[in-house]
């Protein structure tokens, strides 16, 4: 068996919507009712992740989701909250809007690279509620996830 694999000198100071590495994506408060239908979503709400200060100031960079506790099989986000067939789905707006899948490895979750310049970058997402089965109850909705940043 081969074993391979490759450290930088790359990094950046991190900082998602003004707050810092450990931030904060508030969806807004919504009736169950627009969840109603399999497959529904709703309340998409935007975020960035800004990178200043990159050493070096070039090349590229794309965030990847770490699978853990909250990762369910279809991709999404478990909620911890009390709402009932609701989860949390992240989106990529790098890459008009695609669907992150967070169960998958590096590369294959849509979560696309942008260029660093200047010693700069900012990579746009998106959370959403998401309704696999419908029907979804009222209550609070709340989850997390762990994001590491890939320089290339």
Same mark, same amino acid.
């Given at each position: 068996m081969t074993i391979n694999g490759q450290l930088t000198a790359n990094t950046c100071d991190v900082s998602g919507n003004g707050q810092g590495n450990n931030f904060t /994506?508030? *969806?807004p408060t919504l009736? =169950?009712?627009? *969840? =109603? =239908?399999a497959g529904s979503t709703a309340g998409a709400t935007a975020f960035n992740i800004a990178l200043s200060n990159c050493t070096p100031n070039t090349g590229n960079v794309h965030a990847f989701w770490e699978y853990g506790v909250n990762t369910l099989a279809d991709g999404n986000l478990k909620n911890n909250g009390g709402a009932s067939n609701v989860? /949390?789905?992240l989106l990529d707006y790098n890459a008009g809007q695609k669907v992150i899948d967070v169960s998958k490895a590096d590369l294959a979750q849509n979560s696309q690279s942008v260029a660093i310049s200047s010693g700069s970058a900012s990579l746009q997402f998106a959370a959403q509620y998401i309704s696999p089965t419908g029907s979804a109850g009222p209550g609070s909705v709340t989850t997390d996830v762990t994001y590491s940043m890939v320089y290339q």
């Open positions: /994506v508030t *969806l009736s =169950a009712k627009e *969840l =109603a =239908a989860e /949390v789905q």
